[in-house]
Structures are given as C-alpha cells and as structure tokens.
C-alpha cells in the first residue's frame, strides 16, 4: 500500500537535511533529491519494523520572530 507523506527540508552547509514530521525519520543528501531519495529509503526500513498506528497530516504554519540587530564589533 502506498502512502504520501511530508518532508520537510531545510540547507545545512553542504546537505541538504529531510524530516518526515509523521514518523520522525531524518537524513541528508549533496542534493534536495537525495535528501528525498534517502529520507524515503529511511522511512520504509523505519515502517517495516515500526507500522504506523493512526494517520495524520501535519499542519504547517508560519511566525515571525524579532531577531536583535547584530552591532557592530569594535
């Protein structure tokens, strides 16, 4: 049975870091594609062992934060 399922990435130097927020799987590729590839691979070894109990779709929002002014070193 297929599923779909959310990746969340984000740039970390020089990979490219994927999370599954529904089952938690993280990893990394040089690549926004292998970041995918391997999180997908992740989550399959993952969900052979640990089946998923209830479904659900995560909810994405956004927040703005006030970052401080960086000052100027001297």
Do not use: W
């Amino acid at each position: 049975m297929n599923q779909v399922l959310s990746a969340v990435i984000h740039k970390e130097k020089k990979f490219y870091v994927a999370e599954c927020p529904e089952v938690g799987t993280v990893s990394q590729g040089e690549t926004l594609e292998d970041a995918i590839r391997n999180l997908k691979e992740a989550t399959e070894l993952y969900l052979e062992k640990f089946p998923l109990q209830k479904r659900f779709r995560p909810f994405v929002s956004f927040f703005e934060v006030t970052v401080p002014a960086k000052t100027p070193r001297g």
